[in-house]
C-alpha cells in the first residue's frame, strides 16, 4: 500500500499524524531533560552495569522512554543468556 | 468580592495570550463583572492596542511599582464596556523592573474591588513569565495546533506545576477546522491526548480577530464572529457555567467526551 502511495505521490502519513508522532517523541525527551543521545550513552553504561553480573544478549537489549498523561517511564529489558563468565 | 486571578501564558510567542486576555476581559465584563487587565509583558507592551486604549495611557505598571503614581492613576477605565479596566506595561523598561513579588503586591492591593483580574504574561519563561504567574489563582495556557507551540506549552505546563499553580487549563487557538479534516494539522484530540490538560476553549482561525486588532476593537464585542463566539464561551466556563464545546472537527465522541470531563472539574 506504501509503494503505491508512494508510486502516486501521495505520503505515507498525513502530516497532522506524523506531527503528533514527532510531538509524542520529544516530549517524552523533554520532560525528562534527557535527550536520544543521552539515552544511548546511558544504555551503554547500563549494559556495562549489568554485565557485570550476568551475561547478557546485547542484541536483544529494548530500552524506552515512554509517556502516560504527564507521567514519564523509563524501562530496559535485558535478556539473559547465562551466568557471567568467570565470575 | 474577591477578585480571581488568572494568568494568561504560553511559552511560545504569537499564539494569542493577548488577544485571549483582551476579549476574555471584555467578555466578563460585558457579563455584569468587576474586571481589570494587567499587561505584564514589559518592554513589549501590546494589550493596550489590541483594547485599542492606547491613546489613554498616562501611568503603567512599573510606574505603580515604584512609587511613581497611584494605583489608580494607572488604571485605564474603558469608556466602551461597564466596569473594564487596563493597568499597561511600560514600554522603556524591561521585565526586571518588576519582581514576582511586587506583582503579588499590587495585584493584592485590587482583590477587594474586581471579580476578576487578568493578567497578559510575555512568552518565554525567564522573569516576565514568573512575575506573571506569581500572583495568579488559575492559570490559562494558549496553544495552537503546531508542534513548536505545543511544544512550549508542555514546558510551561510543567513550570506551572513547579511554582504550584497548577494545574493549569488550556485554549487552542486558531484551529482550522478544514486542515483537521484533510489530516493536515493537529486535532483537539491530538493536542489533548499529548499535553493531558483539561481544556477550557477552542477558537477557531479568524480573520475578524486581525480587522478588531486592526480597530482596537476586541471581537467578542461584534456578533458574528466565530472566534468571538468561543472567547464569550470560554468567559462563562471561567464563571463556572457549562458550556458546550462547538463541534468544529467532526469528532462528535470526543467533543461530548470532553464537555462531560469539564463539567466534573470545572
Same mark, same amino acid.
Given at each position: 500500500?506504501?509503494?503505491?502511495?508512494?508510486?502516486?505521490?501521495?505520503? /505515507?502519513?498525513?502530516? &497532522?499524524?506524523?506531527?503528533?508522532?514527532?510531538?509524542?517523541?520529544?516530549?517524552?525527551?523533554?520532560?525528562?531533560?534527557?535527550?536520544? &543521545?543521552?539515552? /544511548?550513552?546511558l544504555?551503554? /553504561?547500563?549494559?556495562?552495569?549489568?554485565?557485570?553480573?550476568? /551475561?547478557i544478549?546485547?542484541?536483544?537489549?529494548?530500552?524506552?522512554?515512554?509517556?502516560?498523561?504527564r507521567?514519564?517511564?523509563?524501562?530496559?529489558?535485558f535478556?539473559?543468556?547465562?551466568?557471567r563468565?568467570?565470575? | 468580592?474577591?477578585?480571581? %486571578?488568572?494568568?494568561?501564558?504560553?511559552?511560545?510567542g504569537?499564539?494569542?495570550?493577548?488577544?485571549?486576555?483582551?476579549?476574555?476581559?471584555?467578555?466578563?465584563?460585558?457579563?455584569?463583572?468587576?474586571?481589570?487587565?494587567?499587561?505584564?509583558?514589559?518592554?513589549?507592551?501590546?494589550?493596550?492596542?489590541?483594547?485599542?486604549?492606547?491613546?489613554?495611557?498616562? =501611568?503603567?505598571?512599573?510606574?505603580?511599582?515604584?512609587?511613581?503614581c497611584?494605583?489608580?492613576?494607572?488604571?485605564?477605565?474603558?469608556?466602551?464596556?461597564?466596569?473594564? =479596566?487596563?493597568?499597561?506595561?511600560?514600554?522603556?523598561?524591561?521585565?526586571?523592573?518588576?519582581?514576582?513579588?511586587?506583582?503579588?503586591?499590587?495585584?493584592?492591593?485590587?482583590?477587594?474591588?474586581?471579580? +476578576?483580574?487578568?493578567?497578559?504574561?510575555?512568552?518565554?519563561?525567564?522573569?516576565? +513569565?514568573?512575575?506573571?504567574?506569581?500572583?495568579?489563582?488559575?492559570?490559562?495556557?494558549?496553544?495552537? @495546533? #503546531?508542534?513548536?507551540?505545543?511544544?512550549?506549552?508542555?514546558?510551561?505546563?510543567?513550570?506551572?506545576?513547579?511554582e504550584e499553580?497548577? @494545574?493549569?487549563?488550556?485554549?487552542?487557538?486558531?484551529?482550522?477546522?478544514?486542515m483537521?479534516?484533510?489530516?493536515?494539522?493537529?486535532?483537539?484530540?491530538? %493536542?489533548?491526548?499529548?499535553?493531558?490538560?483539561?481544556?477550557?476553549?477552542?477558537?477557531?482561525?479568524d480573520e475578524?480577530?486581525?480587522?478588531?486588532?486592526?480597530?482596537?476593537?476586541?471581537?467578542?464585542? #461584534?456578533?458574528?464572529?466565530?472566534?468571538?463566539?468561543?472567547?464569550?464561551?470560554?468567559?462563562?466556563?471561567?464563571?463556572?457555567? #457549562? %458550556?458546550? +464545546?462547538?463541534?468544529?472537527?467532526?469528532?462528535?465522541?470526543?467533543?461530548?467526551?470532553?464537555?462531560?470531563?469539564?463539567?466534573?472539574?470545572?
Amino acid at each position: 500500500m506504501g509503494f503505491f502511495n508512494r508510486l502516486f505521490g501521495r505520503s /505515507e502519513s498525513k502530516s &497532522g499524524k506524523v506531527a503528533k508522532n514527532r510531538l509524542q517523541l520529544v516530549l517524552v525527551h523533554d520532560r525528562v531533560n534527557l535527550s536520544p &543521545g543521552e539515552m /544511548e550513552l546511558l544504555k551503554d /553504561e547500563l549494559i556495562q552495569v549489568i554485565s557485570k553480573y550476568v /551475561e547478557i544478549d546485547q542484541q536483544g537489549i529494548e530500552i524506552a522512554l515512554t509517556n502516560n498523561n504527564r507521567t514519564s517511564r523509563l524501562t530496559a529489558h535485558f535478556p539473559v543468556t547465562g551466568a557471567r563468565p568467570n565470575k | 468580592m474577591s477578585a480571581t %486571578v488568572i494568568t494568561i501564558t504560553s511559552g511560545k510567542g504569537g499564539v494569542g495570550k493577548t488577544t485571549t486576555t483582551a476579549n476574555l476581559s471584555v467578555a466578563l465584563a460585558a457579563q455584569g463583572k468587576k474586571v481589570v487587565a494587567i499587561d505584564a509583558d514589559i518592554g513589549l507592551r501590546n494589550l493596550d492596542v489590541v483594547m485599542g486604549l492606547e491613546n489613554r495611557i498616562v =501611568y503603567d505598571l512599573v510606574n505603580v511599582i515604584e512609587g511613581t503614581c497611584r494605583l489608580r492613576q494607572a488604571m485605564i477605565k474603558d469608556k466602551r464596556v461597564d466596569e473594564l =479596566y487596563l493597568i499597561p506595561a511600560a514600554q522603556s523598561r524591561d521585565k526586571t523592573a518588576v519582581t514576582p513579588e511586587d506583582m503579588v503586591q499590587v495585584v493584592n492591593q485590587l482583590r477587594s474591588e474586581f471579580d +476578576f483580574i487578568l493578567i497578559d504574561s510575555p512568552a518565554g519563561i525567564e522573569q516576565g +513569565f514568573k512575575n506573571a504567574i506569581a500572583p495568579a489563582d488559575r492559570v490559562l495556557i494558549v496553544t495552537t @495546533p #503546531e508542534v513548536s507551540a505545543v511544544r512550549d506549552a508542555d514546558r510551561i505546563i510543567g513550570l506551572v506545576e513547579a511554582e504550584e499553580k497548577g @494545574p493549569a487549563e488550556l485554549v487552542i487557538n486558531r484551529l482550522r477546522a478544514d486542515m483537521v479534516k484533510r489530516g493536515d494539522m493537529l486535532s483537539t484530540e491530538d %493536542v489533548i491526548d499529548v499535553l493531558a490538560i483539561n481544556l477550557i476553549g477552542i477558537v477557531p482561525d479568524d480573520e475578524t480577530i486581525i480587522i478588531s486588532t486592526n480597530q482596537g476593537r476586541p471581537v467578542v464585542m #461584534e456578533n458574528g464572529s466565530l472566534a468571538g463566539q468561543a472567547f464569550r464561551n470560554i468567559s462563562r466556563r471561567l464563571m463556572g457555567q #457549562e %458550556v458546550p +464545546f462547538v463541534n468544529f472537527e467532526d469528532n462528535t465522541s470526543f467533543i461530548k467526551r470532553l464537555t462531560k470531563f469539564f463539567k466534573v472539574s470545572g
